[in-house]
């Protein structure tokens, strides 16, 4: 669920040019999250070769959605970020590339991990953005706090007898719903504008 494409703090000019690229990587990017977690939970939580890679995928298209961010919002965004989004999540992707031979408690674990870190960075942002009166940023406030917690519970379930990767499904639809929420908001205050 992690989104650090955050607008600097300057005109709101550069916030209103910036709007309409963040809706729409927001809008892909909560597509993207249900179609992942439908073809997770079609794998049915197998750690074969397709789930390991569609696991993989999540944090690598985050990765590129940060990439995309940086180059569509210029000098207006802070590269420190983004650039750190794409370190914890490209961190990430490689960790669960090796967790995924290590069975699930392994990639529980990775990905607990991953969604505090980045969950407390969303976290951070979109306290930022508000400041900046930036539209649309409660959803991903609120989406940046659940990481936080599911990512703990992600850690915590990975002890339990039998652990299952579903979660991790529901997670991203979760994401996605928040990304779609956040979208339109921030289409409706750019167009306030």
Known sequence: MTSLDVPAAGSTAAVGRFAPALRQLYLVRSGFAVVWAALLFADKSDLGAFGITLLVLYPLFDV??????????????????????????????????????????????VW?????????????????????????????????????????????????????????????VLGGIFFLVSALRLGRAHQAD
């Open 64 to 109: 590129a959605a940060a990439i995309a961010d940086a180059r569509s919002s210029g000098a207006t965004g802070p590269l420190r970020g983004l650039q750190t989004n794409i370190a914890i999540s490209t961190v990430a992707a490689l960790g669960l590339a090796v967790a995924g031979a290590s069975g699930v408690p392994a990639v529980l674990r």
């Open 112 to 172: 607990g991990a991953w969604a505090v870190v980045s969950g407390a960075l969303q976290l951070f942002v979109g306290l930022s953005r508000r400041k900046r009166r930036m539209g649309g940023q409660w959803p991903m406030i609120l989406s940046g706090g659940i990481s936080v917690l599911a990512g703990t519970q992600f850690c915590l379930s990975a002890s339990a007898s039998d652990p299952k990767l579903t979660n991790v499904g529901g997670y991203a």
